[in-house]
């Protein structure tokens, strides 16, 4: 078989991450390899985001960056939200792009290169391009490779995805389609495969990964508390971590999955976007502050040392400075272990690009830097509590330098260490030195894992 360069950029959320992973096992067999450049590369996909308009522009510039050096051979394939989202139009910017998919369509880029690379082979030049940006009937989870190429010790398995809620700023459910959960043994069989290989710690990923619902082996619907006991019952299975959830899909049975469960962390992304009654309303996220806060509360008593974590959005249409004051309240009242913060941005063909009360972009940024002020104090405040423990960390990716070695703690820090690498997946306890907003350092005490394997 002739080997050929694969060269895959990932743009977005942990769910392009996954996808990105899944196009490279599927291609590994027609004799493609991973490569770290798109320069002389015979195959390059760009898994796009289309979220914001920042994300889209990158897109464009990146295939610009991208067309002088490339040559007759390489194929060139823009995947991912942008390419459901823009279809065809993509093409009539860029005509040198040769495959344009989407999300869901992604286990037939084999028929997709063969087509581009036969227009290719007989030159039949711009506009020959092969675009599929179906829904298609069939589930792509379902024409997916059994094996992982590439297993870490901290993998991604999505179990869900698409999305039914509508918020009116978001692309999402235009881009991914509608729900869809994956069946529980599917998800058992991969994360066994997963372990098998090295895997000590399962992410579990959907679009509304909390709306799950998949079909149980004795043909019942379960929730994704449920579903996480099953898994829990794998041997060599350490951390269960899940994300992005929605408020509104909270259920008892997962809150206490906290408590219960010991593989599952104690840490939660749970998105608010707005503190402010008023927004969430005509952002349409069908639940309010009060019902957020709430469900925080129970999670903390489950679970007092429950971390949390945030999305949010400033300036949506309409934001008066007392939305945002209470947006700020909220976070005060809250205290978040990590964020995401974002300007609101207009997408075509959403509710809110058509909304007139549009926030002018200078109180965008000005709220924006407010809010991620207050953020990072937190984010500092929790991590410098931390300084003076012993925590267990996950080493799950190698340092720039020999000798260096990053690990999450279960409440989702980073942790940068002086290790030496045959540590490298373990699960270690380490003495937390150092702080900042966004990372720990530390020294390792003992080596729990590595003690064990060897008695
Ligand atoms: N499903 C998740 C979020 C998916 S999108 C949820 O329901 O929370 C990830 C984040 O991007 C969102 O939480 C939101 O904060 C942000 N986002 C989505 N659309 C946006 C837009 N038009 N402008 C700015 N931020 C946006
Ligand atoms: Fe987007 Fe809302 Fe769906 Fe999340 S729940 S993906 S923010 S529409
Ligand atoms: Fe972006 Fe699509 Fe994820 S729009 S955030 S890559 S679902």
């Known amino acids: ?35 770290e450049s798109s320069e002389g590369a015979d195959l390059v996909i760009l898994n796009t985001c289309h979220i914001r308009e920042k994300a889209e522009e990158k897109v464009y510039s990146d295939l610009g960056r991208i067309r002088p050096h490339k040559d007759d051979k390489m194929i060139l394939a823009v995947a991912g939200c942008v390419g459901q989202a823009e279809g065809a139009e993509i093409m009539r910017r860029a005509p040198y792009v040769d495959i344009v998919l989407g999300p869901q369509t992604y286990h037939r880029l084999p028929e997709m290169i063969a087509r581009a690379e036969r227009s290719r082979d007989k030159k039949e030049g711009p506009g020959r391009g092969v675009l599929d940006v179906e829904f298609p009937v069939e589930s792509k989870f379902d024409h997916l490779p059994e094996d992982h190429t590439e297993v870490g010790p901290s993998v991604y398995i999505a179990i869900q995805e698409g999305c039914d809620k509508f918020c009116t700023f ?6 991914r389609g509608a729900e869809y959960s994956r069946p529980v043994q599917a998800i058992f069989e991969e994360a066994k495969r997963l372990i098998d290989r090295g895997a000590k710690e399962i992410t579990l990923l959907g679009q509304n990964v909390n709306a799950y619902h998949g079909e149980s082996p004795q043909g019942q619907e379960w929730g994704l508390g449920r579903l996480m006991e099953h898994l829990s019952s794998l041997k060599g299975l350490l951390r269960l971590r899940y994300m992005t959830s929605h408020p509104r899909d909270m259920d008892e049975e ?3 999955s906290h408590r219960d469960i010991p593989q599952v ?28 806060l709430d469900i925080i509360e129970k999670l903390r008593n489950h679970r007092p040392d429950m971390a949390l974590s945030s999305d949010f959005i400033v300036g949506f249409p309409g934001e008066t400075d007392q939305d945002f004051e209470d947006t700020l309240n909220l976070v005060r009242e809250v205290g978040y272990a990590q964020a995401y913060s974002f300007k609101y941005s207009p997408r075509i063909g959403t509710p809110g690009a058509l909304m007139e009360n549009q926030v002018p972009e200078e109180v965008k940024t000005e709220r924006l830097a407010r809010l991620q002020e207050l953020l990072n104090t937190q984010h500092q405040a929790i991590n410098e509590a931390c300084v003076g423990q012993t925590l267990s960390v996950l080493l799950d990716r190698r340092g720039k330098q ?31 030195e150092k702080a900042s907003a966004n990372s720990l350092t530390g020294t390792v005490v003992t080596v729990e894992d590595v003690l064990k394997r060897s008695a």
């Open 254 to 256: 997962l809150m206490v």
């Open 402 to 432: 020999e000798g260096q070695l990053l690990g999450k703690t279960p409440w989702l820090q980073s942790v940068h260490l002086d290790a030496p690498s045959r540590l490298f997946g373990a699960c270690v306890d380490v003495k937390i």
């Open 265 to 292: 962390m104690p840490f939660l992304h749970l998105p608010v976007q707005s503190g402010s009654d008023r927004i969430l309303e005509t952002m349409n996220r069908k639940h309010t502050r009060k019902h957020y």
């Open 170 to 175: 978001c692309v999402v459910p235009y881009t």
């Open 1 to 35: 078989m002739i080997q050929k360069n694969l060269y895959i950029k990932t743009y977005g959320c942990q769910m392009n991450v996954y996808d990105s992973g899944r196009m490279a096992d599927i291609l590994k067999p027609l004799g493609y390899t991973l490569v």
